[in-house]
């Protein structure tokens, strides 16, 4: 009867422990899509190109000077003294993303998918 009690006692002990990991709990994640492809553009100097292309087709449209102008209106309308650049950054941000032409975004996308239907990922 005790060796009965002592076997059972073993069993809950052994059924109570934490189990096993499956994985090494020290590898790191697998990188998202996202990230792969951006690691491929920087490698391949794409990333760059893309960036001077946006550059020039927002200077070419005129979106550069209309955010400077804008830029300038909400430092005269606060106060030249009192404007941090965050608030500055925060308050005209969202209406340069939506400015952005829709040309240039579709330009920039179709140079992304190409870029991508041509590199193996």
Same mark, same amino acid.
């Given at each position: ?58 200077? @070419? ?12 209106? *909400? ?31 579709? @330009? ?6 190409? *870029? ?6």
């Amino acid at each position: 009867m005790v060796l009965l009690l002592q076997c059972n006692a073993y069993r809950r002990a052994s059924i109570n422990r934490p189990p096993t990991p499956d994985h090494d709990e020290d590898s790191k994640p697998e990188p998202t899509l996202q990230e792969i492809i951006n690691i491929k553009l920087i490698e391949s100097g794409e990333k760059e190109k893309l960036k001077e292309l946006l550059r020039e087709r927002l200077i @070419e449209c005129g979106w550069k000077d209309e955010m400077k102008a804008q830029c300038r209106a *909400f430092t005269r309308k606060k106060g030249r003294s009192s404007v941090t650049v965050d608030e500055l950054v925060h308050a005209i941000t969202p209406k340069g993303r939506s400015s952005v032409p829709d040309s240039v975004k579709a @330009e920039l996308l179709q140079r992304i998918r190409s *870029f991508l239907m041509s590199a193996t990922l």
